[in-house]
C-alpha cells in the first residue's frame, strides 16, 4: 500500500513547484510578443526609441526568463522521480507531447534567446527581428504542447488501456492534438500570459509617467500595453466562457464544483455568484442565485440540465462498482487466463477500471471493497467544493478588474489624456499582481479540480506516486522550499531594481538617470 | 516508410543515444566550462571571458538535455519511471545543481558587487561539476545493477539507499564523465576564449584527457574481471508487447563483455574512446583547438556507446530482481507512440543542428578580456 503522507506530500511538492513556475511563463509568454510588437515597430520606423524599448523590456525579460528555466525543468524531472506509476502507466501517451515540445519548442526557444540579447551587434536589424520572433514562437508552441499534455490528464482521449502492458497507449494521434480541452486552454492560457505582460509593461511605464521622468519611453510603452493588453483580456474572458462550455460538456464533476451545484435543478440552471458552500451538509448557505446563467454558460441551451453533485456521485457509485469487476478481471488476464471469454469481458467494462482502483485506497484488492468502503471511494470522487468555489470566483473578479483596467488605459491613451489621471496610472502600478492573481486561481480550479484523478477517470492520484519513503519527501521539499525562496528574493530584488532604474539602465545616455548625472 | 515494431524499438535506443551524446557534446562544453570557471579565471574579467564564451549558446544546449529526458519519458516510459524515482536524490541534487545555471549566468553580471559575483561563480560551478560527476555515477550504476524490482501492477519499487549509489566503481564512472566533460570545455575555451585563459586552458585539457584515458581503461579493466554483467537468456519474440517480467535473465562474471565477442565491430565505441582522447591531448599542445573540438567529441560519443554496447539490449538490469531488468525490447513505448516521435525526431533534429550552427556561426570569435570591457553593460 502506498504511504498517505507520501501521497500528499508529493501532491505538495507537485503543487508548490507547479505554481511557483507559473509565476514566470505568463510573463515570458506575454512579454516576448510585445518584444515582437516593438522590435517590429522599430524595424518599420527606424526609430531608436523603440529599440530601446525592446531591449530594455528585453532585460526583464531575461531576469524573468531565467527563471522559467530553473523551475521547468523541476517539472518534467517529477514525473519520474515523484509520480513513477503515473510516468509508467501513461508516459506512452503523456511522454509524447512532451518529448515533441522538447523538439520543436524548447529547442527554438532557447537557441535564440541567447541571439536576442548578444546579437544586436551581429545581425541585421531584420535578422534579429526574426530571430525575436523565433523566440516568440518557440515560448508559445512550447505552451501549446505542454496544454497538450495537460489536457490530456483533464480529457484523456486518444488512448486506451492495455492489459497486457498493464498501461495506457495511444491509439489516435490527432485527438490527442485536437483534444478539444486542450485547444480552449491553450488559447485561454497563452491570452492570459499576454495581459500578463502587458499588465507588468503598463503598470510600471505608468510609474515612470507619475515620476515624470522618460516620458517619451513610458508613453510609448504604455500605449502598446494598453492596445494588445485589452485584446488579451477579452481573448482570455470570451475564451474561459469557453472553457466553461466544454467543462460542462467534459468534466461535469469539476464544473459542479466550482459552482456548488449540489443539486441538479431543472433547465436552465442558475448561476450562484456568491454564497457559502458547506460540503457535509451538501448545500450552499446564503446563496445568491441569478437564473439561467449557469445553463447557458454549461450548455449553451435552456433546455440541456447540469447535473449536480449529488447525482454525479451516485452514477460515479455505479461505475466504481462496474469498475471492481474490470479489476477482477485484469487480475485474470494478468495470471494468465487469457482466454478470448475473459478479454471480452474486460472490453466491457475496460472503462470503468479507473474507478475501480479509487477503491486501492481502501482494500489492496479491490475486488472485496465492503459496501462502506464503496461509499467512501464515491464521495472522494468530488474534490472540496468551497476552496474551487472561492478561487474560481477571484479568478473571474481579477479578469474583470483588469478589463476595466485596459479599457480606461485604452480609452484615455486614444484621447492622449491618459498623464493627466493619476488615479488610472497608479491604479495600473497598484493592479501588476492581479495577472499571476488571477492565473495561480485558474490553474488551481483547473487541477484541484480534477481530484481525485491524476488522469481524469482513469488514473487515480493516490496510486500515481513513485515508492518512496517520507524522508525522501522532506529532503526534496525543504531542498525546494530554501532554493525558491532564495531565488525569488534574488529575482524579485533584481526585477525592482531594474525597474526602476528604467531605461537608463541601458547605457545609452539618452535616458533619465545618466542626464541629471551630467 | 513504415518501421516494424522490433525495427523502432532498436531506432530509439540509438536515437536515445544520438541525444545523449549530443547533450555531452554542447551542453558537455559549458559545464566542463563551468566547472573550471573559477580555477581559470582569476580576475572578474578572466571569468566573464569564461562565461560569455557560452553566454549565448548554454540554454539551447541544455535542451539536449531537456529532450533527452522527455524522449527517455515517451519512449522507456518503465525506465523513465524506474530510474528517476529510484535515483531519487541523485536526481534532486543533479536538479538542484541545475539551479545555478540559468540565474547564475545571467544575473552574475547584472551587480558589480564582488562578492555577489564570486558566489554565482561558485553556484555556476556547482551547476557545471556536479552533473557532470553524477552522470557518471548513474551510469555506474547502471553497469553495476540497481536494487529495484516490479509489483503485480508493474509499479518499479526501489529498494536500495542513495549512499549505496556511490559505490567504488560508481565514483570511478563519475570521475571518467568528470574528466571528460572538462577536457570538452578546455578544449573549448582554447578555441573560444582569448589568453591568457586561452592557454590556461590548453594545460587542463590535457590533464584531463590524460586522466580521462586512464579512469576509462581502469573502468574497462573493472568491468572485466571484478564485475558480474547480465545477459537474456530467453525472451518473447523482440516485437512482443512489452513486459518486463516474460524474460529470463543471467548473472554472469564479464557478461558485459559478451557483445564485444559476438559483435566485434563494437569495439569501435572504446577505441575511439581511447583515440579522440589521445588525439586531443596532441592537437591542443600543437595548438589546433578547432580539430581536438572534433576529437574530444569524438572520444565522449565513444564512451557513451561503450556504456551502451556493454548493456546492450539492457538499459537498467536489477541487481536484486534481475527478471524484473529493462531492456530496449520489454521497456518500449507501443509501436504507434515510437513512430510519431521517430517522424518527429526525424523532421526536427535536422532543423536545429541547422539553426543551433547558424546561432555559433553568428556568434564566433575570440572572447577577450578587451571585447568585455567594451560590452560591459551587455555581457554577461
Redesign the interface.
Known amino acids: 500500500m502506498v504511504s498517505e503522507t507520501v501521497v500528499e506530500l508529493s501532491r505538495l511538492q507537485f503543487a508548490l513547484t507547479a505554481m511557483y513556475h507559473f509565476l514566470f511563463v505568463p510573463l515570458t509568454l506575454g512579454l516576448s510578443f510585445l518584444l515582437v510588437i516593438m522590435e517590429s515597430v522599430y524595424v518599420m520606423t527606424g526609430k531608436v526609441i523603440y529599440q530601446d524599448m525592446t531591449r530594455f523590456w528585453g532585460k526583464l525579460f531575461g531576469i524573468n526568463f531565467a527563471l522559467g528555466v530553473t523551475t521547468g525543468i523541476t517539472l518534467e524531472f517529477q514525473f519520474g522521480t515523484n509520480w513513477a506509476y503515473y510516468s509508467h502507466y501513461v508516459g506512452d501517451v503523456f511522454g509524447a507531447p512532451l518529448a515533441i515540445e522538447g523538439l520543436m519548442a524548447f529547442f527554438l526557444e532557447s537557441t535564440f534567446i541567447g541571439l536576442f540579447f548578444f546579437g544586436w551587434d551581429r545581425l541585421s536589424k531584420r535578422q534579429h527581428l526574426l530571430v525575436t520572433i523565433l523566440t516568440a514562437l518557440g515560448s508559445n508552441l512550447s505552451a501549446l504542447w505542454i496544454l497538450i499534455a495537460n489536457g490530456w490528464m483533464q480529457n484523456p482521449v486518444g488512448a486506451e488501456f492495455n492489459f497486457e502492458t498493464m498501461r495506457m497507449e495511444m491509439n489516435d494521434f490527432a485527438a490527442l492534438l485536437l483534444n478539444p480541452v486542450a485547444q480552449v486552454k491553450f488559447v485561454h492560457t497563452v491570452a492570459a500570459g499576454y495581459v500578463t505582460g502587458s499588465l507588468f509593461v503598463l503598470g510600471i511605464s505608468a510609474w515612470y509617467m507619475l515620476k515624470r521622468r522618460d516620458l517619451p519611453f513610458a508613453r510609448r510603452s504604455f500605449a502598446i500595453a494598453a492596445g494588445f493588453g485589452l485584446a488579451s483580456i477579452l481573448s482570455v474572458i470570451v475564451l474561459g466562457d469557453e472553457s466553461g462550455y466544454k467543462l460542462g460538456d467534459v468534466q461535469k464533476t469539476k464544473l459542479a464544483a466550482i459552482e456548488a451545484e449540489w443539486d441538479t435543478h431543472p433547465a436552465p440552471a442558475p448561476f450562484t455568484l456568491f454564497g457559502i458552500p458547506d460540503q457535509a451538509a451538501q448545500t450552499t448557505h446564503s446563496a445568491l442565485k441569478i437564473p439561467w446563467v449557469l445553463g447557458l454558460i454549461a450548455t449553451r441551451s435552456v433546455s440541456e440540465e447540469v447535473k449536480g453533485i449529488k447525482e454525479l456521485v451516485a452514477e460515479h457509485e455505479v461505475r466504481i462498482r462496474s469498475g471492481m469487476l474490470a479489476y477482477g478481471l485484469l487480475q485474470k488476464l494478468r495470471s494468465g487466463q487469457k482466454n478470448e471469454a475473459t478479454i471480452a469481458a474486460f472490453s466491457q467494462v475496460r472503462k470503468d477500471l479507473g474507478y475501480g482502483l479509487l477503491l486501492k485506497r481502501y482494500t489492496a484488492n479491490v475486488v472485496d471493497a465492503t459496501d462502506e468502503q464503496i461509499r467512501r471511494a464515491a464521495a472522494d470522487t468530488i474534490p472540496r467544493v468551497a476552496p474551487l468555489f472561492w478561487s474560481f470566483r477571484l479568478m473571474v473578479a481579477c479578469g474583470l478588474l483588469m478589463l476595466f483596467i485596459f479599457a480606461a488605459s485604452f480609452y484615455y491613451c486614444a484621447k492622449r489624456t491618459v498623464e493627466s489621471k493619476p488615479w488610472l496610472l497608479k491604479l495600473a502600478l497598484f493592479a501588476i499582481p492581479l495577472p499571476w492573481i488571477a492565473a495561480e486561481s485558474g490553474w488551481f480550479v483547473a487541477e484541484y479540480g480534477r481530484q481525485p484523478w491524476s488522469i481524469g477517470e482513469v488514473l487515480p492520484t493516490y496510486l500515481s506516486t513513485s515508492s518512496l519513503g517520507s524522508g525522501n519527501l522532506y529532503f526534496s521539499l525543504a531542498g525546494f522550499i530554501i532554493f525558491y525562496t532564495l531565488l525569488l528574493i534574488v529575482e524579485l530584488y533584481l526585477m525592482f531594481r531594474f525597474a526602476r532604474i528604467g531605461p537608463s539602465s541601458l547605457h545609452t545616455g539618452r535616458y533619465h538617470h545618466e542626464q541629471s548625472e551630467n | 516508410m513504415i518501421l516494424d515494431y522490433e525495427t523502432l524499438k532498436l531506432v530509439w535506443w540509438l536515437l536515445i543515444g544520438v541525444l545523449l551524446i549530443g547533450f555531452v557534446i554542447s551542453d558537455g562544453f559549458d559545464m566542463g566550462a563551468c566547472a573550471l570557471l573559477p580555477f581559470l579565471g582569476k580576475t572578474d574579467e578572466e571569468r566573464r571571458v569564461i562565461i560569455n564564451t557560452v ?6 544546449n ?2 539536449w538535455f ?2 533527452a ?3 527517455i ?3 522507456w ?2 525506465v ?6 529510484g535515483f ?2 541523485a ?2 541534487l543533479v ?2 545543481a ?2 545555478f ?3 547564475g ?3 552574475r553580471s ?2 558589480a558587487d564582488p562578492r555577489w559575483r564570486r558566489g554565482w561563480d561558485w553556484g555556476l560551478f556547482i551547476g557545471g561539476a556536479v552533473p557532470a560527476l553524477l552522470f557518471g555515477v548513474a551510469f555506474g550504476n547502471l553497469l553495476l545493477g540497481v536494487p529495484f524490482q516490479h509489483d ?7 529498494t536500495g539507499s542513495f549512499f549505496g549509489l556511490l559505490r567504488p566503481f560508481a565514483l570511478l564512472a563519475g570521475l571518467v564523465s568528470l574528466s571528460m566533460l572538462i577536457m570538452h570545455g578546455a578544449v573549448w575555451l582554447q578555441l573560444r576564449a582569448g589568453p591568457p585563459v586561452r592557454e590556461r586552458a590548453r594545460r587542463v585539457a590535457v590533464i584531463a584527457g590524460g586522466i580521462l584515458i586512464i579512469s576509462f581503461a581502469l573502468a574497462g579493466l573493472w568491468l572485466a574481471l571484478e564485475i558480474d554483467g547480465y545477459r537474456v537468456v530467453s525472451q518473447p519474440a523482440l516485437d512482443a ?3 518486463p517480467l516474460a524474460k529470463s535473465v543471467q548473472v554472469a562474471r564479464g557478461a558485459w563483455l559478451g557483445n564485444y565477442t559476438a559483435y566485434p565491430w563494437m569495439m569501435l565505441a572504446p577505441l575511439s574512446g581511447f583515440l579522440g582522447a589521445g588525439a586531443t591531448m596532441l592537437l591542443v599542445r600543437v595548438n589546433r583547438p578547432a580539430l581536438a573540438f572534433f576529437t574530444s567529441a569524438l572520444s565522449m560519443s565513444g564512451v557513451i556507446l561503450t556504456a551502451g554496447f556493454s548493456m546492450f539490449p539492457f538499459i537498467m538490469p536489477s541487481s536484486t530482481v534481475p527478471v524484473s531488468s529493462l531492456t530496449l525490447w520489454d521497456a518500449s ?2 509501436q ?2 515510437l513512430t ?2 521517430f517522424w ?2 526525424v523532421i ?2 535536422p532543423i ?1 543542428l541547422a ?2 550552427s547558424w ?1 555559433y556561426k ?2 564566433w570569435g575570440p572572447v577577450t578580456v578587451e571585447r568585455i570591457r567594451a560590452t560591459d ?3 554577461y
Open positions: 553566454g549565448p549558446h548554454w540554454d539551447g541544455q535542451v531537456i529532450t529526458g522527455g524522449a519519458f515517451a519512449a516510459p518503465a523513465y519511471a524506474a530510474a528517476f524515482s531519487y536524490t536526481m534532486l536538479l538542484f541545475l539551479f545555471r540559468p540565474v549566468f545571467d544575473y547584472k551587480i503485480e501492477l508493474l509499479r518499479p519499487i526501489y508487447l512489452p513486459n513505448s507501443s504507434l507512440t510519431i516521435m518527429a525526431a526536427f533534429v536545429i539553426y543551433t546561432t553568428s556568434m553593460h551587455e555581457s
